[in-house]
């Protein structure tokens, strides 16, 4: 985008009815690292890419629980992403405080994008520079949204956003329309098969990726970093490294789950 | 002495001689409603009451509707204070309303509607201003049933038959012996008139005008009054002053 006249404020329009301010925020999400989500009828599942600014550095979180029932990954400005966050879990509390019930998913992620979109009409404010992916379960199932900064919110079965995202969706748009019968397990291989898409080439290992659950049964959770490491060397050991799977070939999930059971007993095949 | 209306509501009475504003506290209720009478049978749950609105010992208003609907899921039944039970039906009214218009395939069931009146409730008595009422809520919700109890003083609890003032010790026993969970509805009615027939003989503020109200997934329906038989050829009540003979 170039820069022009109309671009200073959020409150101005540009001749052609766009709000420079809020595209650029949305750029902001797209400079964050990845992170992506899918659902299925009974499970939601998100998973992000943990990039630690240097190696004496720890890195950023960018999952968040909101409530027992709902989650967020975040792509973009961390800090933003954080207090929105505690907006989330100050929402979720207020309504089981009130009514001894889990606050429907959809309304929150209305409340969210309320807040956001007022960001987007006073002088005196700038649009939050982050976009969240908001998993849960309530009373009609699984859900999953992505919040924007210009205060839009939209359902997925299944979204990447960040950077190098778009290889991640290639991936799922592959394979979207199973997933409403999709067990944990394959959404949980999934999210892993494309969180390596956006690592393009970089070898994936459950150092660098986050992954957390919510389904029936099931309070949202980050799953632990061992369980990682075994679906991750479950993949590895059925697609043979990284760079194959992502020639045209739709079975290496079927045989991963295959493989998975066997994969803890043997080395798994990775360079030190 | 002159009246002031406060901007809450409430209302204080300002002596001329002094200028002084007294805090407001709900001392005793008007127009009340006795018991009110719930159970959860074989399809949902079934709420019960009389018609009257007494004013302390008059049998003053007898056409008094205790039983109320809110939303698809709930049905509430009060005694206590009517006026009260009117402005509660204004609270849970704008609720509903409110859920409505969100308009997007979720809804609040019995559970969220009793825990919000529950807030309420035991809000206003944390300000010496109670709801002065003793409140049932009854409804089903994705098949499951839901039956609880609220009042003044913001005790709240659910149970699988209810009742309120008098109900609870003179139609609780009774409930607690015979009832089941699979009654089917015209068991349930026969059982909730034999409470109801019990309360009529021995709570001197009932009248004989009853309403039943049932809820089920396929939704509510509140029956028109009507009146029970009662029965009065006891041996006792045969010969009257058979004990009191004569003048002295």
């Known amino acids: 985008?170039?820069?022009?006249?109309?671009?200073?404020?959020?409150?101005?329009?540009?001749?052609?009815?766009?709000?420079?301010?809020?595209?650029?925020?949305?750029?902001?999400?797209?400079?964050?690292?990845?992170?992506?989500?899918?659902?299925?009828?009974?499970?939601?599942?998100?998973?992000?890419?943990?990039k630690?600014?240097?190696?004496?550095?720890?890195?950023?979180?960018?999952?968040?629980?909101?409530?027992?029932?709902?989650?967020?990954?975040?792509?973009?400005?961390?800090?933003?992403?954080?207090?929105?966050?505690?907006?989330?879990?100050?929402?979720?509390?207020n309504h089981s405080f009130v009514y001894e019930s889990p606050l429907p998913v959809a309304r929150l992620v209305v409340q969210l994008a309320d807040k956001a979109q007022v960001c987007t009409q006073r002088s005196w404010k700038r649009p939050y520079g982050v976009g969240l992916l908001v998993a849960g379960l309530d009373e009609t199932g699984a859900h999953l949204y992505y919040n924007c900064p210009s205060g839009n919110y939209f359902e997925y079965q299944a979204f990447a956003i960040g950077s190098r995202s778009q290889a991640a969706k290639t991936f799922l748009e592959r394979r979207f329309e199973a997933y409403d019968g999709y067990?944990?397990?394959?959404?949980?291989?999934?999210?892993?098969?494309?969180?390596?898409?956006?690592?393009?080439?970089?070898?994936?290992?459950?150092?660098?990726?986050?992954?957390?659950?919510?389904?029936?049964?099931?309070?949202?959770?980050?799953?632990?970093?061992?369980?990682?490491?075994?679906?991750?060397?479950?993949?590895?050991?059925?697609?043979?490294?990284?760079?194959?799977?992502?020639?045209?070939?739709?079975?290496?999930?079927?045989?991963?789950?295959?493989?998975?059971?066997?994969?803890?007993?043997?080395?798994?095949?990775?360079?030190? | 002495m002159e009246f002031q209306r406060m901007v809450d509501g409430s209302v204080s009475m300002k002596d001329s001689a002094k200028s002084e504003i007294s805090s407001e506290r709900t001392l005793y209720p008007y127009v009340t409603g006795t018991s009110v009478i719930g159970l959860k049978y074989k399809d949902g749950v079934i709420l019960a009451s009389d018609t009257a609105g007494s004013y302390g010992s008059t049998l003053?208003?007898?056409?008094?509707?205790?039983?109320?609907?809110?939303?698809?899921?709930?049905?509430?039944?009060?005694?206590?204070?009517?006026?009260?039970?009117?402005?509660?039906?204004?609270?849970?009214?704008?609720?509903?309303?409110?859920?409505?218009?969100?308009?997007?395939?979720?809804?609040?069931?019995?559970?969220?509607?009793?825990?919000?009146?529950?807030?309420?409730?035991?809000?206003?008595?944390?300000?010496?201003?109670?709801?002065?009422?003793?409140?049932?809520?009854?409804?089903?919700?994705?098949?499951?049933?839901?039956?609880?109890?609220?009042?003044?003083?913001?005790?709240?609890?659910?149970?699988?038959?209810?009742?309120?003032?008098?109900?609870?010790?003179?139609?609780?026993?009774?409930?607690?012996?015979?009832?089941?969970?699979?009654l089917t509805f015209e068991e349930a009615v026969k059982l909730i008139e034999k409470c109801l027939l019990v309360l009529l003989y021995r709570d001197r503020s009932s009248i004989n005008k009853f309403q039943i109200a049932k809820i089920t997934d396929e939704g509510t329906t509140i029956y028109p009054p009507y009146a029970l038989k009662t029965f009065w050829g006891f041996s006792h009540f045969q010969n009257p002053s058979k004990g009191a003979a004569g003048t002295w």
């Open chain 2, 60 to 182: 003053r208003y007898k056409c008094v509707e205790r039983i109320k609907q809110v939303g698809d899921h709930t049905l509430i039944g009060a005694s206590g204070e009517i006026s009260d039970f009117q402005e509660i039906m204004r609270y849970l009214d704008e609720l509903i309303l409110y859920d409505k218009m969100w308009d997007d395939g979720n809804s609040l069931g019995p559970k969220e509607v009793h825990n919000y009146l529950n807030r309420i409730m035991y809000n206003r008595r944390n300000k010496f201003n109670p709801l002065w009422n003793s409140l049932v809520l009854g409804g089903v919700k994705k098949g499951q049933k839901y039956l609880g109890t609220v009042n003044m003083i913001g005790t709240h609890y659910e149970d699988d038959h209810l009742a309120t003032g008098f109900g609870n010790h003179l139609a609780r026993p009774i409930l607690r012996s015979e009832w089941r969970e699979d």
């Open chain 1, 52 to 93: 630690a600014a240097s190696d004496l550095a720890s890195h950023q979180r960018k999952l968040f629980r909101a409530d027992q029932h709902v989650g967020v990954a975040i792509a973009g400005l961390t800090a933003d992403g954080r207090v929105l966050s505690r907006f989330l879990r100050n929402e979720c509390i």
């Open chain 1, 183 to 272: 067990s944990r397990e394959e959404l949980i291989k999934d999210a892993l098969f494309a969180i390596k898409e956006t690592l393009q080439g970089e070898k994936l290992t459950s150092q660098l990726c986050t992954v957390a659950i919510v389904g029936e049964g099931e309070a949202f959770h980050i799953i632990d970093q061992q369980t990682i490491q075994d679906y991750i060397d479950a993949m590895e050991l059925s697609t043979g490294g990284p760079e194959e799977e992502a020639a045209a070939e739709a079975p290496p999930s079927a045989e991963a789950q295959g493989g998975g059971e066997g994969a803890s007993s043997e080395p798994a095949p990775m360079d030190i």
């Open chain 1, 1 to 50: 985008m170039f820069r022009n006249q109309y671009d200073t404020d959020v409150t101005t329009w540009s001749p052609a009815g766009r709000l420079f301010q809020v595209e650029y925020a949305m750029e902001a999400v797209k400079q964050g690292s990845a992170a992506v989500g899918l659902r299925s009828k009974t499970h939601a599942v998100l998973a992000a890419v943990n």
